[in-house]
């Protein structure tokens, strides 16, 4: 599958890997619009996504390259880390950049099946340069709902679950 | 650094890459929709055009000016719109010059275009269709022309990056004894030397001016040390000073308001440059914030001695009032 990818300045240790629209099949992927193609980031480690990641974006949805959902797509952006670096995968991040539209997360994938989903939701983190970092099933309205195995994040609901969150943490930190 | 790619532009401005792409796109073909243009009377019948921006637009504009203000330092060069500079500093570095020449830039805003936002955005590394889409959004289409929009939050920023990008530095190396001073469409040379022929340095600075740019300067003025040197509405002979025209008004004004009859000036100085004002009250007010920035530019005995007509003829104002 042809992917392109954009490295850093200075080689600060993050790459930005984009794939077309067609690569995505039916999988989830939080706050990219269903007919966008796919852009996230891939950080060597916690320390470059520690230091980098907020001069990069102001939200992104972020988890371990690891524990990525079983999907096509994650296997692609695995093969292109492995093939045009020399990271160790296990230490990897990636990280989805969330746009926002009408004050909420723009999540869009619709029509998609449960368990197809590039993040999972349990154990993604969601960095908010106005709220913060939160576990994105912790603070969803929706999460019963996801141990019942009836969404996954990426889907429009998760924009809904994530809001009211936001919007009382956001307040708060203003 | 700037943002990437365009999703990570529309991430850090908190929006999304779609509503980004439908302004710019509207911006090109129908300008109209986010700027209202309105005409200020400048005299002898011409007129200012400036725009009034849409409120959407206008808080996308403040988004990309905080962005770009953080990821585009600035060199130095700018004394104007500045975070950090004030102007006794800049009078300062103007004061005490042998010959001082200034050159005002005409129709500034207008004059930087859409392609020089763009090419100063990719010189501080952004990604070219990062660079454009930034561009594209803070300019203005009228017929053929894209160019910074006077009016808008974004429009100083962005005319004081393209200016250090293409005009300071070669300013610089043109005169590299001179003390340049740009404060935002003003360009003040100053030098310490007589040697220098003032009019010569106009016509060189007017065709560098044009080479680099393309824009056109005028109201170009030489002032040696033997007759008034005016710059930044100050004289900056010696030391920065209140022009003696301005500061013979102002203390005639104060003098009348604490001796004379308070209705019948307040009617003179409405027909004068107080024309916004409506109540004494308002127009003591208003002295009282004129003093606040005149004070650095004033001898403290001049200062002082205006406080005290201006605080005597407050005194009278409320003692009218409670009769």
Redesign the interface.
């Known amino acids: 599958m042809t992917c392109s990818i954009?490295k850093?300045?200075d080689d600060l240790g993050v790459i930005?890997i984009?794939l077309p629209k067609s690569s995505r099949g039916i999988t989830a992927v939080p706050g990219i619009?269903w007919a966008?193609d796919i852009?996230v980031l891939v950080f060597r480690d916690e320390f470059s996504l520690a230091t980098n990641l907020s001069?990069?974006?102001?939200?992104?949805a972020v988890d371990s390259l690891s524990s990525l959902g079983d999907s096509s797509l994650s296997t692609t952006i695995t093969n292109a880390v492995r093939s045009n670096t020399e990271w160790v995968i296990d230490r990897c991040y990636l990280a989805s950049?969330?746009?926002?539209?009408r004050n909420k997360y723009?999540m869009m994938s619709y029509h998609v099946g449960v368990g197809n989903c590039l993040f999972k939701c349990s154990s993604t983190a969601i960095y908010d340069s106005?709220v913060g970092t939160f576990n994105s099933l912790e603070a969803c309205v929706y999460q019963i709902d996801h141990l019942m195995g009836q969404c996954n994040l990426g889907m429009p609901k998760c924009a809904e679950g994530l809001a009211e969150y936001v919007t009382a943490n956001k307040e708060i930190t203003s | 650094m700037l943002p990437l790619t365009r999703r990570l532009l529309a991430n850090n401005l908190r929006t999304n890459l779609k509503r980004l792409t439908y302004i710019a796109t509207e911006l090109k073909d129908n300008s109209e929709l986010f700027y209202k243009e309105i005409k200020i009377p400048k005299g002898r019948g011409r007129y200012r055009i400036v725009y009034k921006v849409e409120p959407g637009l206008a808080y996308l504009h403040s988004l990309l000016k905080t962005l770009l203000e953080k990821q585009i330092p600035a060199t130095g060069t700018s004394y104007a719109y500045e975070a950090g500079v004030k102007l006794s500093d800049t009078a300062t570095r103007m004061q005490g010059h042998k010959l001082l020449i200034s050159l005002d830039f005409k129709n500034h805003f207008t004059a930087v275009t859409m392609w020089q936002v763009t090419e100063m955005l990719k010189h501080h590394g952004a990604a070219p269709d990062v660079a454009f889409l930034i561009a594209r959004l803070c300019c203005i289409t009228r017929g053929k022309r894209s160019f910074l929009p006077q009016g808008s939050v974004v429009s100083p920023l962005l005319s004081n990056r393209v200016s250090e990008h293409l005009l300071d530095h070669k300013l610089s190396e043109r005169y590299p004894k001179a003390t340049i001073t740009r404060y935002s469409d003003n360009l003040y040379i100053a030098f310490d030397t007589d040697k220098v022929s003032g009019t010569a340095v106009i016509v060189a600075v007017k065709k560098l001016v044009r080479e680099e740019t393309g824009w056109r300067c005028h109201k170009c003025r030489v002032m040696p040390y033997y007759r008034q040197q005016r710059g930044l509405g100050l004289v900056l002979n010696e030391k920065a000073n209140m022009p003696r025209d301005k500061y013979l008004s102002l203390k005639a004004l104060i003098h009348n308001l604490a001796h004379k009859d308070l209705e019948e000036q307040l009617v003179t100085a409405k027909a004068g440059a107080y024309g916004d004002i409506d109540t004494v009250q308002e127009l003591i007010s208003k002295l009282h914030h004129q003093l606040i920035y005149w004070k650095q530019f004033l001898a403290a005995t001049k200062y002082s001695k205006l406080l005290k007509t201006l605080n005597k003829a407050e005194k009278r104002c409320i003692e009218q009032q409670l009769d």
């Open positions: 954009k850093l300045p930005i984009t619009g966008a852009e001069k990069l974006g102001a939200c992104f950049p969330l746009e926002i539209m723009k106005e």
